[in-house]
């Protein structure tokens, strides 16, 4: 698969194959290709090359079978007109919704407004709320379209360390109870190292690494595409990344054998 804006190649050459459920993280250095990767894959931009969902075309289906596999959360959103946060989130039913919401639509919206922790904002105009706040509707309103696949693009860009958490961990529980596959183009690599089944990691528009988070997010790898030297420190099976200036391996050595004293 490739893109290009204008005449500025942005994916090139670009083939990755996932599961059918798990959570895989695309990292990567602004401008590297992360937010026009889900882009493409969702049809908001028309690729060269195939994408394929259980051996079908994505370009050949229809808006609405799309809009049934995928949910979308952009990085962020403010809308035009008054909406509440309720019928913001009732809107991702929409690729199901009859003449008015039956009783299935409304427990999946309160389902997710109340794993989210919206349950204060759900009848408040969703311009008048934070942009973490926003960014917790969006996601509710991509879960609550029931999707096979999950585009998250910087879900956790406007949060705050508990709210970080706290949308990881909705999003991880709802990927394992209901067997869905997320994408999430994120640049946090320590929530992609404890969130992620598999980690794609991309430099300037090409897959420069796949497969599992410790693999994946080595220090010559970080170092490769990211140009910043960087301590790891395992925790159990969770890698904890800590940029280090300069090239003083004994700096680097002492805070990864001194890791109690951060993590």
């Not at 969702?42 to 808006?63: A, Q, S, T």
């Not at 403010?78 to 009783?103: H, N, Q």
């Amino acid at each position: 698969m490739c893109f290009d804006y204008g005449k500025r190649p942005a994916l090139s050459d670009v083939e990755l194959i996932f599961s059918s459920s798990g959570i895989f993280s695309i990292v990567g250095p602004n401008g590297s290709g992360k937010s026009t990767l889900l882009k493409c894959i969702n049809m908001i931009l028309k690729p060269r090359g195939e994408i394929l969902f259980n051996k079908k075309k994505i370009h050949d289906m229809p808006i609405s079978e799309i809009a049934r596999i995928f949910g979308y959360v952009p990085q962020d959103f403010s809308s035009a007109f008054p909406v509440t946060v309720f019928d913001m989130i009732l809107l991702g039913r929409r690729p199901y919704l009859g003449w008015s919401p039956s009783e299935h639509d409304i427990e999946v919206v309160s389902e997710n407004i109340s794993g989210l922790g919206l349950n204060d904002f759900a009848l408040r105009n969703v311009n008048e709320l934070s942009g973490g706040e926003r960014q917790k509707v969006l996601i509710a309103t991509a879960l609550s379209q029931e999707p096979k696949v999950l585009l998250l693009d910087e879900p956790t860009s406007n949060l705050d360390i508990k709210h970080q958490l706290e949308v990881m961990k909705h999003v991880q529980r709802i990927v394992k109870s209901k067997g869905l596959l997320a994408l999430i183009a994120i640049h946090d690599l320590n929530l992609a190292s404890q969130y992620s089944d598999e980690i794609v990691m991309l430099s300037d528009g090409r897959v420069f690494a796949q497969g599992k988070p410790q693999d994946v997010l080595s220090k010559e790898n970080i170092r490769s595409i990211y140009h910043v030297n960087v301590a790891i420190h395992t925790h159990g099976e969770v890698q904890h990344i800590v940029p280090v200036e300069g090239e003083d391996s004994l700096s680097m050595e002492k805070i990864e054998n001194n890791g109690k004293e951060w993590c």
